[in-house]
């Protein structure tokens, strides 16, 4: 079977948006995403959207109402949680647990980067075996077996083994998220997880997009690397997981 993205044609072709927008919907990337450039995938009603879970495990609301939060609470899995991006740590509304929260920087790409590596290569469904079993030794963070359906992923391969990749998954009005950069702990410091963001930088500057990312604020080797590559934070969100009684 063969997976279409929604960066074109193929799993991995090139994708044209429109720059034109306000920085303002990074704030809520998730339900921008939904409601956007990824609706074809959303299930929700409302005031809330979610991702089918084998896609990504993310659910958004339009504000912190109690109305969507019981929007929310309607097309959610029987015992997920709902774990959503939001700008800052709001109140838990009635009649929902707190599960976790975390913060999260935001970081906008400034700049096309100066250099581009040949030594990449697109990945397609038929790597979909090899994408996993990578991201479960490197842990870089949510990542299905559907994933790959949200945008064009690249990999480095040593033989027959993947030992680097990086790809898209938001895509909101004029920006494209870059996600699951994982490099096997085996090839760490190599430079293979730079070579791949740079290309994805370029590619998404081609096609009239801007880079975002999130990243852990205690990852400190990853933030030095994505300032390194052109990178700057916008600002700090809360990941807030949170269950209906």
Known sequence: ?????????????????????????????????????????????????????????????LEPTDQAYADLAADLPAGAEARLFRPTEEPLPPGWDDVGRFPMLQMVATRTPEEDDDAVSPLSSDDAGAMLDLVALAQPGPFGARTPLLGRYLGAWSGNRLIAMAGERLRV????????????????????????????????????????????????????????????????????WRRPR
């Open 173 to 240: 009005a004029g920006h494209v998220e870059l996600s699951a950069i994982c490099v096997h702990p085996e090839a760490r410091g190599q430079g293979h997880a730079g070579r791949l963001v740079r290309r994805l930088m370029r590619l998404a500057f081609e096609n009239g997009e801007v880079p975002f990312l999130h990243v852990r604020p205690d990852n400190k080797p990853a933030i030095e690397l994505y300032r390194h590559l052109g990178f700057e934070v916008r600002r700090e969100l809360m990941v807030l």
């Open 1 to 61: 079977m063969t997976m279409e993205s929604d960066s074109g044609e193929s799993t991995f072709t090139t994708h044209v948006t429109s720059r034109g927008m306000t920085i303002n919907v990074l704030d809520n990337s998730v339900w921008h995403a939904l409601v956007g450039r990824h609706r074809h995938h959303a299930t929700g009603r409302g005031a809330a959207r979610h991702y089918p879970r084998d896609i990504a495990p993310f659910s958004a609301i």
